[in-house]
């Protein structure tokens, strides 16, 4: 995945959705969300799962796919 798509994407402010190759899915509902790597070779996303807040690593090269919201 190219990080200028992402970059625009995380830009807008607008909930987006990015799928890995191993089938993750990440729902971003703003930008406050998601950073990049120093080197903008991974994402970095904030996410909420049973109630618990986590942190993913997701490297660009796993990002199948973006999704932007309405």
């Known amino acids: 995945m190219d990080s ?17 190759a191993s089938g993750r899915i990440f729902d971003i509902p703003h930008r406050d969300f998601v950073s990049f790597s120093r080197k903008k070779t ?15 690593i997701v490297p660009l090269l796993t990002i199948t796919s973006t999704i932007a919201k309405a």
């Open 4 to 20: 200028s798509l992402l970059e625009d994407l995380i830009e807008s402010n607008r909930p987006f959705r990015v799928e890995t």
């Open 42 to 56: 991974a994402l970095i996303v904030s996410y909420d799962e049973n109630g618990e807040d986590h942190i993913a």
